[in-house]
C-alpha cells in the first residue's frame, strides 16, 4: 500500500488546515487510519487514529476538540481537520495504514506517507 498526504501549509494561529491521504488500493479501508506528526527534535506522535469502517475515532489529549479524523472507503482517502490551530502544531504530518482494524501507537503501523508539513504561525 502506497499513501499520499497533502494538504499542508503555513496557516495563522487559529487557522484551519484539511490534510487528506489518498492509498494506493482498497486494501486500506480493512484497516485502521491513523496521522501522527514530528517536530523538530521530537519523536513521531500519534494525533488521530480511526478504525477501518470510521465508526471509532481517537485522538491525543492535545488536539481533542480542535482536530476530526473521518475516512471515505470509497475513495480510498483518510483526512485530517485541523480548526483552531496553534503555533505548537508545527511538525511534518504522516499518515498511516494500520496492521488492524484499528491502531495507536507507531509500531501498530506499517504502512506510511511521505509526510506534509504543517506550520503555524503565532
Known amino acids: 500500500v502506497q499513501l499520499q498526504a497533502s494538504g499542508g501549509g503555513l496557516v495563522q494561529a487559529g487557522g484551519s488546515l484539511r490534510l487528506s491521504c489518498v492509498a494506493s488500493r482498497r486494501t486500506a479501508s480493512n484497516n485502521g487510519m491513523g496521522w501522527f506528526r514530528q517536530a523538530p527534535g521530537k519523536e513521531r506522535e500519534p494525533v488521530a487514529a480511526?478504525?477501518?469502517?470510521?465508526?471509532?475515532?481517537n485522538y491525543a489529549d492535545s488536539v481533542k476538540g480542535r482536530f476530526t479524523i473521518s475516512r471515505n472507503n470509497a475513495k480510498n482517502a483518510v483526512y485530517l481537520q485541523m480548526d483552531s490551530l496553534k503555533p505548537e502544531d508545527t511538525a511534518v504530518y504522516y499518515c498511516?495504514?494500520?496492521?488492524?482494524?484499528?491502531?495507536?501507537?507507531?509500531?501498530?503501523?506499517?504502512?506510511w506517507g511521505q509526510g506534509t508539513q504543517v506550520t503555524v504561525s503565532s
Open positions: 498511516a495504514s494500520a496492521r488492524g482494524v484499528l491502531g495507536w501507537n507507531r509500531d501498530q503501523y506499517n504502512y
Open positions: 480511526i478504525s477501518w469502517n470510521g465508526g471509532i475515532s
